[in-house]
């Protein structure tokens, strides 16, 4: 056990959103502590198991939550939009 209060939870991202939107990637990993990554191969993304203030705590012996992060695109000015970590559903 890493933690105490047991707030695991794994994830996907996609290579290509890290590729096109490193810093809001920056921005959500900064959230979480990775424990394990794997690549996928025949997704294209990365696996994570992770440790986060944000994820709900789980009972011993369960399996940690599928979280999906959200993202969402504001308006950049003229330059056109940016897109921003808005959370975990």
Not at 10 to 35: D, K, P, Y
Request: charged share 25%; net charge negative; hydrophobic share 45%.
């Amino acid at each position: 056990m890493v933690t105490p209060d047991r707030r695991y939870g794994r994830f996907s991202i996609l290579a290509e959103l890290i590729q096109h939107n490193a810093q809001e990637i920056q921005l959500l990993m900064s959230r979480v502590v990775v424990l394990k990554a794997d690549y996928r191969f025949d997704l294209d993304a990365i696996e994570y198991f992770a440790w986060s203030p944000d994820f709900g705590e789980i009972l011993p012996y369960c399996e940690a939550p599928l979280y999906v992060a959200k993202f969402r695109r504001v308006l950049k000015g003229d330059d056109g939009y940016d897109t921003v970590f808005d959370g975990w559903s």
